[in-house]
């Protein structure tokens, strides 16, 4: 059965951070709050991690568009292609923030995402999300997890949250009420900005 673990986003605590950070590094899945919707997420680095979590969304890992959730832009050019001034501009003002960016990613790619020619990157505005990954030291792969009931789609209460997925992960942080409204999904890897699905982010910035 997972951990049930409060931390508070005013003031995460590093001692229950470094508690759900050395569950990632064990090859652990987790799910944590975000600046949107509770995210489920595994270590960059651990294979084993990631096809867990495909077999728990029923879909082949290779078909998987996922993020990588990054603390700030200091990552980026360990899985994104040089990009140029006026997208890292649009990356600048946005982020840390309610945003997914699709970018195209280069060649140090984890073995899992080596097909793949774009990446999706979160920086989310929520300090236990940024902490996690600081301790972690690298990137969290996450994704949504979604409610059966078409009124909620995002599970938004940590406990029923637990209830749901309890027997499926290792660990769930209760970091109060999530939102139900998903990231803003911006492709930056064509020439123009172009806008997949427009969730909480506003897109009049762009």
């Known amino acids: 059965m997972a951990q049930f673990i409060k931390i508070y986003e005013e003031n995460p605590n590093p001692k229950e951070i470094k508690r759900v950070v050395d569950v990632l590094r064990k090859g652990g899945l987790v799910i944590y709050p975000t600046d949107t919707v509770y995210g489920l997420g595994?270590?960059?680095?651990?294979?084993?991690?990631?096809?867990?979590?495909?077999?728990?969304?029923?879909?082949?890992?290779?078909?998987?568009?996922?993020?990588?959730?990054?603390?700030?832009?200091?990552?980026?050019?360990?899985?994104?292609?040089?990009?140029?001034?006026?997208?890292f501009k649009i990356l600048k003002r946005a982020l840390p923030g309610p945003y997914t960016f699709i970018l195209p990613g280069n060649n140090n790619l984890p073995k899992a995402f080596k097909r793949k020619k774009t990446v999706g990157i979160r920086v989310p505005d929520n300090a236990i999300a940024k902490a996690l990954v600081e301790e972690l030291g690298n990137p969290i792969v996450s994704t949504s997890i979604y409610d059966e009931d078409e009124l909620l789609e995002y599970t938004t209460d940590p406990e029923?949250?637990?209830?749901?997925?309890?027997?499926?992960?290792?660990?769930?942080?209760?970091?109060?009420?999530?939102?139900?409204?998903?990231?803003?999904?911006?492709?930056?890897?064509?020439?123009?900005?172009?806008?997949?699905?427009?969730?909480?982010?506003?897109?009049?910035?762009?």
Request: one cysteine or more; hydrophobic letters at 45%.
């Open 160 to 206: 029923l949250i637990f209830e749901k997925w309890q027997n499926l992960i290792d660990v769930v942080i209760d970091g109060g009420y999530g939102d139900n409204i998903a990231s803003t999904v911006i492709d930056l890897s064509e020439d123009e900005p172009l806008v997949i699905r427009e969730g909480k982010g506003a897109i009049d910035v762009f």
């Open 42 to 87: 595994c270590d960059i680095t651990h294979n084993r991690a990631l096809e867990k979590i495909a077999r728990i969304k029923g879909i082949k890992l290779a078909k998987a568009n996922w993020s990588f959730v990054c603390a700030d832009l200091s990552n980026l050019s360990d899985y994104v292609r040089q990009i140029d001034t006026a997208t």
